[in-house]
Structures are given as structure tokens and as C-alpha cells.
């Protein structure tokens, strides 16, 4: 099967903590991107890579980083968690930038 | 940076009825528009698209329509069925690095 993979789909922490969410597309894609969700349906990009390298990087606080092991994997890391970081976050790629998206089923964060 | 913006927020009409949803955009070197639609508990998925050189893309019950002197976009439904009830997104990209997000309108087609 083709397609965007996420995991975990579901997690709870306490605000403080570290967490780790993991995308991987298998559909030969160049570039790949983080999107956050808010409890409003808003989506809002936050990163944005090509065959490994960071091309767009919205104003995101610094707790937040992308990270690339190679053009199918994208991981995302939030050091010290905040309430406002509750969220759904949702990985996509593409196979020219910005031509048509494939999205995940996206990572739901509970920040407690 | 490019601000998109969606109205109306949600809508409930019969099956069968014709939708149309707004969408606006600031930045005017935004040149590729899709539109997404996220079903309850699915995915983001791509539905249409149009180019800033062109001003109108039809696909089966889809008409997408653009007007870049207004910087103005508009999706018209035909036809809708209940399967049709989704969170339907415009969007826009400036330079094909990113695509920036209206905030979606909320399509309930009751039988």
C-alpha cells in the first residue's frame, strides 16, 4: 500500500514533557510537510522539506523541529511541551512542491 | 504572508441542492489554488484545482471558478448527496513551496 503512514495516532502528555511524532510516505515523494490543526479545523503550515532539506519553516516556536533521515521519513520533535500545542498534527507529501498533497490520518496531541 | 479566508464557515442544505463556496486571497503572486476536503474521521483529500492562468476548471459535480483582478475564488456544488458532507478547504501557494489554508467550510447535506 501507497501512502502517508503516521504513529503514534493518539497521545497524552503533561506539559514539560518531550514527545515524538513519526511520518513516512511510501509514494516515491520528494517533498514532505508538518501541519497543524487546531480544535477550530485551522491548518497552518509549519515545516517543509525536499529530498531532505528544510525549505520553508514557518514562525514556529523553537521547542518545535523537523527531522530528516532521508526523502521518505520526516519526524517531528517538540521539546517541553505547552497546553497550546494541543493539537492534531498532520504530515503530507508531495511529488513537486506544492502540487497535490497526500495527507496522513494525522498525529491527535493532548497537552494536559 | 498569503492570508486565505473562507466564508460561509458552514452550511446545511437538502440533497440534491447546488452549494457555493467563497474563497479570498492577499498575496497576488499566488499561483496555484487546490481545494481539499476532510470527511469526518478521513484524511485531507485533494479535490480540484486551478492555475492563476485560467478561470474556470470543471470536474463531474465540481465547477471552480477564479477571478485573480479580485483575487477571489469560488466552488460551486451541483447536485449534492449526503456523501458529500466534509470540511471543504481552499487554498493558495505563492511559490509552490507551501500551501496556506482558508479555514474551511463545514458542508452538512442532509437526505
Known amino acids: 500500500e501507497t501512502a502517508v503512514f503516521q504513529t503514534p495516532n493518539y497521545h497524552v502528555t503533561q506539559v514539560g514533557n518531550e514527545v515524538s511524532f513519526n511520518c513516512k510516505q511510501t509514494?516515491?515523494?520528494?517533498?514532505m510537510y508538518w501541519y497543524k490543526q487546531d480544535s477550530k479545523k485551522l491548518l497552518k503550515i509549519m515545516f517543509s522539506?525536499?529530498?531532505?532539506?528544510?525549505?520553508v519553516n514557518e514562525t514556529v516556536p523553537r521547542r518545535f523541529s523537523p527531522q530528516s533521515s532521508d526523502k521518505a521519513h520526516l519526524n517531528l520533535r517538540i521539546k517541553s511541551v505547552e497546553p497550546e500545542d494541543s493539537a492534531v498534527y498532520l504530515c503530507?507529501?508531495?511529488?513537486?512542491?506544492?502540487?497535490?498533497?497526500?495527507f496522513g490520518s494525522g498525529t491527535r496531541l493532548t497537552v494536559l | 504572508g498569503e492570508q486565505v479566508e473562507q466564508l460561509p464557515s458552514s452550511l446545511i442544505v437538502q440533497e440534491g441542492a447546488s452549494v457555493l463556496i467563497n474563497c479570498s486571497y492577499t498575496?497576488?503572486?499566488?499561483?496555484?489554488f487546490p481545494w481539499y476536503k476532510q470527511e469526518p474521521g478521513k484524511r485531507l483529500q485533494f479535490i480540484i484545482d486551478?492555475?492563476?492562468?485560467?478561470e474556470r476548471k470543471q470536474t463531474q459535480r465540481l465547477t471552480l471558478l477564479f477571478d485573480k483582478k479580485t483575487k477571489h475564488l469560488s466552488l460551486h456544488i451541483t447536485a449534492t448527496q449526503p456523501g458529500d458532507s466534509a470540511i471543504y478547504f481552499c487554498?493558495?501557494?505563492?511559490?509552490?513551496?507551501?500551501?496556506?489554508f482558508g479555514s474551511g467550510t463545514k458542508l452538512t447535506v442532509e437526505p
Open positions: 503530507a507529501s508531495s511529488s513537486n512542491s506544492a502540487e497535490t498533497l497526500y
Open positions: 509514494l516515491g515523494h520528494d517533498t
Open positions: 522539506y525536499n529530498n531532505k532539506q528544510l525549505i
Open positions: 498575496d497576488s503572486a499566488s499561483v496555484y
Open positions: 486551478i492555475r492563476s492562468n485560467m
Open positions: 487554498s493558495a501557494s505563492p511559490n509552490y513551496n507551501v500551501l496556506y
